[in-house]
Each structure stands twice: as C-alpha cells, then as structure tokens.
C-alpha cells in the first residue's frame, strides 16, 4: 500500500490484509506484545486543517506505539497566514522528507493533491464531505470484533449523510464486504448520489432502523450547511434522534455507533449513548489506535 486515500482504492481483500492487522494490534496492545521499534526513524507528519479531537490525537498515539516521531504541523501557527499558498506549503513540508503525511482538510481530494506532490505515502485523515478511510476501518473492526463477520450484516447510518465522510467511507467499504448498507435521513439530508451499489434509503427512523444489525448515528454537521438549513435541535431529536424507543425496532442484540464528536439530545439520547451493552463508542476510539497502527505500518513499514 502507497497511499491510503480512500476506500475506492483498496479491493476487499486488501480491506481484509489491513483489518487483520489491525486487529492483531488490537490482541497484542492487550496482552502489551509488539513490535515497540517497527517505525523507529520515521517521521510522521500530521497537517489537521479542521479540528479533530479522535483522530489527530489516536494517529499520533499509534505512530509514536510503533517507535515513529511525530511532528504535528500547526495550520494556525504556520505561513498559510502569510499567504502562502496550499502548493507551496506543501512542497515546502515535502522538501523536508517526512517518511508519512497523515492530512486532514476541508477541501474536496486534498490528500490526492498532497501525494501528487510529495515522496513519502499520504494517509487521508478525512477530506471534505468525501472519505475518512481510517475511520470506516475503525469501525470495521469494532463491528468485527462483535458479530465476527461484516457480510450479511444490515447497517443503518442515520442522520446527516449528506454532508458526512465518515458515511462514504463506511457504506463504501461495508458494500463491498458484503453488508447491507441503509442510509436513514430527511431528504435534505441525503445525497444526491449514492456513494455505493445496493444502499437503501429511508426518511423515517421507524422504518430505517427495523430489525438493523448495527446502527451508527451520525453528528448534524451544521458547519456544513447553509445557516437556514439547520434543523432546531429539538425538532431533529423528535424526528431522528436516536432512543431507547426507537432501538427497539432494531435487532435485538443491534449495536450502536457514532463516530463522535456526539451531540447528546440531538442524534443521540443519553440513555443509548450511555448503555454499556449497546453502545461501541468508547470501543470505537479505542480501535483507532491499533488501526492506524496497521495502516501506518503497511504504508511505511510494509
Ligand atoms: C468525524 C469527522 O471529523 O469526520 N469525526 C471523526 O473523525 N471521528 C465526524 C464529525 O465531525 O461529525
């Protein structure tokens, strides 16, 4: 693996080579057996455009786990605010031989642009509305490590698809591992173009989430959104907020997922967020590391 810039680009049997390594990871970190020197000398470079609590925090916890350093580049702080552009900041950083680039940005194929122009593989930390491949990894390793498989599964991503990466990514790689994905959404919500074959859509909770396998919430994204299309709050909750209620229509033993940050009483009632047998959020953060661990690994290490 070169690059990781989204899950158009990996076949299902790669996404199999990198779940199985994450989930070693996942085995060795709880029994405190593995390779601490696998990275050791190289440098890891983290440009975050946008915030990011998870995600900046767990790719430098699992790069620094394998022996790398890293250095976290500073948007705020650098000469982007001496006008210089994105092409000329970038070769700049490039010039510098960093062994990986990990890039999050707002703008639409920005880690593409970045690894058309440096030497060193680029990890996509999230693009715009478009990918967040590490994170649909994540998460398909958390479900793994409950239902064991992903094929047959039934997966309902519910909220703000439209103007979400994180469901891209997910519906991308869950469809070609051979689950069935639904998006649950109000129409101004859902996309225009449906990033998979074969995904489904709802526009009623009710009848998206019945008898699903794993329901994964999603965050209104009102950064995002013309300031008149943001919903009131508690209109949204009323219509589409996940609760125990609703969760009943799902499998018995459905899952909960979110890829945080969580906006309580909006997507998510405290009650589900905070039930220990449903809900994988906390699971789901803790398998950013070992995976970013695995995918650091096959973009550097091999
Ligand atoms: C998401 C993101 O930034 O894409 N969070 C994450 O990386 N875990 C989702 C969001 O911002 O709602």
């Not at 030497?119 to 994540?138: F, I, M, Y």
């Not at 490590?145 to 703000?160: F, R």
């Amino acid at each position: 693996m070169k690059h990781l810039l989204g899950i158009d680009d990996l076949s299902a049997g790669e996404i199999t080579d990198v779940l199985h390594r994450a989930e070693y990871y996942a085995r060795a970190m709880d029994d405190g057996r593995w390779d601490r020197h696998k990275l050791a000398d190289k440098i890891v470079l983290t440009l975050f455009f946008e915030n990011s609590t998870r995600t900046v925090t767990s790719f430098d916890i699992a790069a620094k786990r394998l022996g790398a350093q890293v250095v976290n580049w500073n948007a705020e702080l650098s000469s982007l605010k001496k006008d210089e552009s994105f092409s000329d900041t970038i070769d700049t950083l490039g010039a510098m031989r960093p062994d990986a680039i990990v890039i999050r940005h707002h703008e639409y194929g920005a880690p593409a642009f970045v690894a058309s122009r440096v030497k060193c593989p680029v990890v996509n930390a999230g693009d715009s509305w478009r990918e967040h491949p590490t994170q649909a990894l994540l998460d398909a390793v958390t479900i793994m490590q409950e239902k064991h498989t992903l094929e047959g599964l039934s997966v309902a991503i519910c909220g703000d698809v439209a103007h979400s990466r994180v469901a891209n990514s997910n519906a991308k790689l869950l469809t070609k591992m051979g689950a069935q994905v639904r998006f649950v959404a109000p129409a101004f919500m859902m996309p225009e173009k449906l990033p998979a074959p074969g995904v489904l859509c709802f526009d009623t909770m009710e009848e998206g989430i019945s008898g699903a396998d794993v329901v994964m919430m999603l965050r209104v994204q009102k950064e995002r959104m013309e300031r008149s299309a943001i919903p009131d709050d508690s209109t949204y909750f009323r219509d589409y907020g996940l609760t125990v209620e609703r969760l009943g229509l799902a499998h018995k033993d459905a899952l909960v997922m979110h890829p945080g940050p969580m906006n309580r009483g909006v997507e998510i009632a405290d009650e589900v967020a905070d039930d220990p047998h449903r809900s994988l959020m906390t699971r789901q953060v803790a398998n950013g590391v070992p995976t970013r661990m695995a995918v650091l690994d096959l973009v550097m290490g091999g």
